[in-house]
C-alpha cells in the first residue's frame, strides 16, 4: 500500500522559513509529478508548487520567488522550502502524486497533510 507522509509544518513568525517534506513508502515502480497543494477553510484547494521527474517546476504565482520544491527520487522524497513566509501562507499543505505506477496500474495519493501556522 502506498502512502505519503508529510512532515516539517509548524508556526512561524512572518518572514520566517520552514521546509516542508514528504515521503512516500510502499511498493512503487515511477512517480512522474509529485506536487504540494493547500487548503484553508472555506477556499478552494490550491496548487502551490510541483515537480516531475525531470526537474521541471510549477509555481503559484502567490510564491514565486519565496517557495522552493525539490525530490530525492533515491529516497522518495519531496520537499517543499518555504522562505519570507506570509500570515496568507497559512494552511493546511498536503502533498499529492497524481501518477504513481504500482507495476499494475496509475494511481493518485493524497498525504494527510501538515498545517502551517504563520503569524504577523
Known amino acids: 500500500q502506498v502512502q ?5 509544518g509548524g ?4 518572514g520566517g522559513s520552514l521546509r516542508l517534506s514528504c515521503a512516500v513508502s510502499g511498493t ?5 509529478v509529485t506536487g ?3 487548503q484553508v477553510p472555506g477556499k478552494q484547494r490550491e496548487l502551490v508548487a510541483m515537480i516531475t521527474s525531470g526537474g521541471d517546476t510549477t509555481y503559484a504565482d502567490s ?5 522552493t520544491i525539490s525530490r530525492d527520487d533515491a529516497k522518495n522524497t519531496t520537499f517543499l522550502q518555504m522562505n519570507s513566509l506570509k500570515p496568507e501562507d497559512t494552511a493546511v499543505y498536503l502533498c499529492n502524486a497524481p501518477d504513481v505506477y504500482t507495476g499494475s ?3 493518485e495519493f493524497w498525504g ?3 498545517r ?3 503569524s504577523s
Open 4 to 8: 505519503l507522509v508529510e512532515s516539517g
Open 11 to 14: 508556526p512561524v513568525q512572518a
Open 28 to 32: 512503487i515502480f515511477s512517480i512522474n
Open 36 to 38: 504540494w497543494h493547500r
Open 63 to 67: 510564491v514565486k520567488g519565496r517557495f
Open 105 to 107: 496500474y496509475y494511481w
Open 112 to 114: 494527510q497533510g501538515t
Open 116 to 118: 502551517v501556522t504563520v
